[in-house]
């Protein structure tokens, strides 16, 4: 939509995802989750996590066994540790950590919760690789309808959105699906297969291989039309 805004024609704009690696990123083979809700991501504005923090202080009002983990460094860390501190029962900053890491908390966690939002300087998400990742790993993803973020959630099939900002829509996302595990795994079971259908790493690069040959067949056609014009 962005690009289409800028000007660009839309019959020459092709949406292609990268994708991720299935064979990394799966759910745990047990259904032994820990009761965590889980943040990653860089700590700017454009990232939300202050809106987690304050989610997880009404869900933990509710539910105070439930834990905020955090994953991530940037600027906001202080600030965030600060709000968290002040509001929270039981949370875990863990700063930056190793994709591995990243991967082992994706498959022990319930929840997925990275609420991204437009900052005030205009800076936005294209589409979060990490969203990908965590419904790959059959984590349902409680969020806000953000740029590119309802291409891969569905809201109420694989999880949840809400209006960006909106925490306390956020909150009751969160405790639906904390207090029921059917529709945590029939969102994660779904999840998995949205990944598994449009976000395959191994199908997204064929995918990419076959428009080039199709680019590269047109541009041929062209130049050998051009050649006869000119003859």
């Avoid at 066994?65 to 709000?83: C, H, M, Q, S, Y």
Wanted: proline fraction near 4%; hydrophobic fraction near 40%; aromatic fraction near 6%.
């Amino acid at each position: 939509t962005r690009i289409l805004e800028q000007g660009f024609l839309a019959d020459r704009t092709l949406v292609h995802y990268i994708g991720v690696d299935m064979q990394r990123f799966h759910p745990p083979e047990s259904h032994d989750r820990k009761r965590q809700v889980l943040f990653v991501g860089r700590l700017f504005e454009k990232k939300g996590c202050s809106f987690v923090i304050k989610a997880m202080a009404a869900v933990q009002a509710v539910l105070p066994d439930v834990e905020l983990i955090i994953i991530g460094d940037g600027p906001e860390r202080p600030a965030l540790e600060k709000a968290a501190g002040e509001s929270l029962r039981n949370y875990r900053f863990l700063g930056k950590q190793s994709s591995a890491v990243v991967k082992q908390w994706m498959r022990e966690a319930l929840l997925f919760c990275v609420p991204s939002i437009t900052a005030s300087d205009g800076d936005a998400e294209g589409l979060p690789t990490v969203i990908v990742e965590a419904m790959a790993s059959g984590l349902p993803v409680v969020s806000f309808s953000s740029a590119g973020i309802p291409e891969v959630v569905a809201s109420g099939e694989t999880g949840f959105l809400s209006a960006e900002r909106d925490w306390r829509t956020l909150t009751e996302h969160l405790l639906l699906l904390l207090e029921n595990s059917d529709l945590r795994e029939r969102f994660s079971r779904a999840g998995r297969r949205k990944v598994e259908q449009d976000f395959d790493l191994h199908k997204q690069t064929a995918r990419l291989e076959r428009h080039f040959e199709e680019v590269l067949s047109r541009h041929q056609v062209g130049s050998v039309l051009s050649h006869r014009e000119v003859a």
